[in-house]
């Protein structure tokens, strides 16, 4: 069998339509936060650490007006499997530690009527907390800590569905309730909501 003549074989067929998606969505901007806030106001901020290949943990940081690297962290602390539980690290100091943030975000400036200077910064002495001590603290613990979400891989557990509830679960859902009881504005809860992984 011999082979064709190659001016007598049809064309190869036309390259398909390059196909041009959506342009990819622009990263959400935080909010807009002057570097210096209203008298007696305290900044907070959100603190992000890498995760990888997990996702990223979240928390509040109430900073120092009198020492920036000093504050507040407020977090759920914990994981999907064993269950999170709130914690306030009072005076922690974001330089001596050694697991340090690896974005600070500013959130907003939040009126000095919603903090209690010298009970949430435990008079300048750190200390591990779980009890609100301030409006701010309290308007965020209305929102429980989350509970167990990680399927069991026993085979006698029969399979449901379940979404999982993690640190950044609880930052914005929290930051939905700071904007109901007017801590935050609702431009902050927008942006978490926006970033959340």
């Not at 342009?23 to 909010?31: D, E, G, L, S, W």
């Not at 500013?106 to 009126?111: G, R, S, T, Y």
């Not at 200077?117 to 965020?140: T, W």
Request: charged share 20%; aromatic share 10%; glycine share 4%.
């Amino acid at each position: 069998m011999g082979l064709k003549n190659p001016s007598s074989m049809p064309p190869p067929p036309p390259p398909p339509p390059a196909f041009k998606g959506a342009a990819p969505r622009p990263a959400p901007k935080p909010p807009t936060v002057a570097a210096r806030g209203p008298a007696g106001a305290f900044l907070v901020e959100l603190f992000v650490y890498n995760g990888s290949p997990f996702k990223d943990h979240w928390a509040y940081f109430v900073r120092s007006n009198d020492q920036s690297s000093k504050g507040v962290r407020v977090h759920a602390t914990g994981d999907v499997r064993n269950s999170f539980k709130l914690e306030m690290e009072r005076m922690l100091d974001v330089l001596a530690t050694d697991n340090p943030p690896t974005t600070r975000i500013p959130l907003q400036w939040v009126d000095a009527q919603y903090f209690d200077e010298r009970a949430m910064f435990n008079s300048g002495n750190y200390k591990v907390d779980s009890v609100p001590v301030c409006r701010f603290e309290a308007s965020a613990h209305k929102v429980k800590a989350p509970g167990k979400s990680l399927n069991s891989v026993d085979k006698a557990t029969p399979r449901k569905n379940v979404v999982q509830k993690d640190c950044q679960t609880w930052i914005v859902e929290s930051a939905d309730q700071l904007v109901a009881d007017h801590v935050f504005n609702a431009e902050v809860a927008a942006y978490l909501h926006a970033i959340q992984q």
